[in-house]
């Protein structure tokens, strides 16, 4: 049974059994005496013990664990025996072989202020990367102007999650050199002597290749290729993560903003979305959103960023939690008002109004659409809703969903029927919404102006308003109905109209169930044949393969065309040739 120590290695606390204390008590002063005559004896000494901790951090699976004489010897076999260097000026000569060389390990990434101008960001990328500083920060420049600003927030999230090269092993490690007694010492040393142009100039591809030269197996080698493959890959999903999850993060950052949400940038659409909106305030929803979509995203990228950073820092426990509560609030939040949202328009109403018109069957009625130029000069029916304001400067909703519909009647004045729906959370509401839908017509003389536009209060909001305006019309009443009525009675056949499109523009009698037109051309087209209709046509040939009559120089001729060829007054003819100087005929 061994005694254990508390120790405080480097600020961390530490349980080491007694024999284990004891080999690293032993071990730290044999340091510190080879040290005691070295300029920066004290830093060197105190990177030294920072190694040291983070190596039992590494090696403890938690706070609990004591730290045995095996992992001591472990750690010294890494950091290396004071016996195994050499303390003096000449480990800086040039000459090989003097100086060990030394040894390149995987690189960590690091921020390097003393290199950095904001930082250090760029330059701890480059240490990384293994290009020039200037390259680095010239890409960020350009990414930064080609995204609008966008990299700026990705840089920040680099400043925030990746550490400062601090001590001495952190800036070896951010290097790729191997963190070691002699190599801290180095390091320490070199700064004291003002080299460090030499460190940034160490060719790391020479021993590389020479790491590589000096493998002794071919399926080792084979072996570290696979492992290089699968590292790039792996890379490159992080990074790929990264533009990705950094992409929808800045989209709703500046989405958030985009729509009014703190009343910082007035959105020409935010009224539109208080039209439609019936759950809660806007900026609640947008929120709610912000957190729903932005948190999973936001793990995404520190998760592409702890592929591509090994000594990544933690966001800690309380921020996990807290980021998880926050996206459960919002996916609740955002279930229950798109639920409100539904059930507000689960139920429609109406409300219709007739009035006599004063017309009878030996008058003539005009009919047409009217615009208010105070909201829109367009005269079109449309099913889209826009946000406008009156004469008093109150905003209203303005809408052009008007259906037409002529029917004929047998009574001997003709009437007008005024239908308003919209939807609403029940019966009541839905009612109430179609009462307040303003709509108004013109009588005078015998023109008939229809409002081509409905108008609503905006404390109702948009809820699919419609205005249907039937005309019945006594039989023997002549309709002359205005071309801009064409897009107001383009119904199906379920609405029973009898005013079809193209009757526009001329005088139509009302006789049971459908029109007459009174001064339509002679020569119409019937749509269901596919033949020409034209008075006095009765001895006309209206056989199968009989296509039509042209009038040629004032003569009639018949035109048949059928398997045979081209016949005309009942004679072949080889060519027939149609263009803008008239018809020529060769037999």
């Known amino acids: 049974m061994n005694k254990t120590v508390n120790i405080n290695l480097a600020g961390i606390f530490f349980h080491i059994d007694e024999d284990a204390y004891a080999r690293l008590q032993r071990y730290l002063e044999a340091i510190k005496h080879s040290f005691s005559n070295t300029q920066g004896r004290d830093e060197i000494i105190s990177d030294i013990e920072a190694r040291i901790a983070e190596l039992f951090s590494e090696k403890r699976k938690d706070d609990r664990q004591v730290i045995s004489i095996k992992e001591v010897e472990e750690v010294i076999t890494i950091m290396g025996q004071p016996e195994d260097y ?115 100039n160490v060719d790391y591809g020479k021993y590389g290749k020479k790491a ?204 007008i029927k005024i239908e308003k729906y919209a939807e609403g959370k029940n019966f009541r509401d839905a009612k109430e919404r179609a009462e307040n839908i303003n709509y108004s017509t013109s009588f005078v003389g015998n023109e008939l102006l229809l409002d081509a536009y409905l108008t609503s209060d905006s404390k109702f909001g948009y809820r699919d308003q419609e205005v249907q305006v039937t005309l019945f019309l006594p039989e023997g009443t002549t309709l002359y109905a205005d071309e801009n009525t064409y897009s107001f009675h383009s119904n199906q056949d379920y609405y029973g109209d009898i005013l079809e499109n193209g009757q526009e523009g001329h005088f139509l009698k009302i006789v049971d169930g459908e029109t007459i037109c009174e001064d339509c051309p002679a020569d119409t087209w019937d749509s269901e044949d596919n033949t020409w209709n034209e008075e006095g046509t009765e001895d006309w040939d209206t056989s199968d393969d009989f296509n039509g009559r042209i009038n040629v120089n004032g003569e009639e001729m018949n035109i048949r065309i059928n398997d045979e060829g081209i016949e005309v007054n009942d004679q072949k003819v080889n060519r027939v040739k149609i263009d803008s100087t008239g018809i020529e005929i060769n037999n």
């Open 212 to 415: 590589s030269a000096g493998a002794s197996s071919a399926a080792t080698t084979l072996g570290d290729i696979i492992r290089f493959c699968l590292k790039l890959f792996v890379k490159f999903i992080g990074i790929l993560l990264l533009l990705i999850a950094g992409s929808t993060l800045i989209g709703l950052f500046v989405g958030l903003f985009a729509v009014g949400t703190f009343g910082i940038i007035e959105a020409p659409w935010t009224d539109y979305i208080d039209m439609v909106n019936s759950g809660a305030p806007i900026w609640v929803i947008s929120l709610l959103a912000f957190f729903a979509i932005g948190i999973p995203f936001f793990f995404l990228f520190v998760l592409g960023l702890k592929i591509l950073v090994k000594n990544l820092k933690s966001i800690g426990r309380i921020a996990l939690l807290t980021l998880l509560g926050l996206w459960l609030i919002s996916i609740i939040g955002l279930t229950v008002i798109g639920v409100s949202q539904a059930t507000n328009r689960a139920f429609d109403g109406e409300t219709a109004t007739t009035e006599k018109l004063n017309i009878t069957p030996q008058d003539t009625l005009f009919l047409k659409m009217r615009s208010n130029p105070e909201y829109s000069s367009s005269i079109h029916r449309s099913s889209d809703f826009r946000v406008k304001y009156d004469e008093n400067n109150n905003r209203i909703l303005y809408g052009r969903d008007i259906r037409l519909i002529v029917k004929s009647t047998k009574d001997s004045v003709g009437s």
């Open 86 to 200: 050499m303390v003096d000026e000449e480990i800086f000569d040039d000459e090989p072989s003097k100086a060990k060389s030394t040894k390149t390990v995987g690189k960590q990434l690091f921020r390097d202020t003393e290199n950095g101008y904001v930082g250090g960001v760029s330059s701890g990328l480059g240490h990384y990367l293994g290009i020039e500083t200037i390259w680095v920060r010239l890409l960020w420049i350009l990414l930064t102007i080609f995204s609008s600003g966008a990299f700026i927030l990705i840089y920040i999230a680099f400043w925030i999650f990746v550490p400062e090269a601090k001590t001495t092993a952190d800036k070896l490690a951010m290097r790729g050199e191997e963190v070691t007694v002699s190599n801290i010492e180095k390091k320490i040393r070199e700064g004291f002597h003002d080299v460090s142009e030499s460190v940034k």
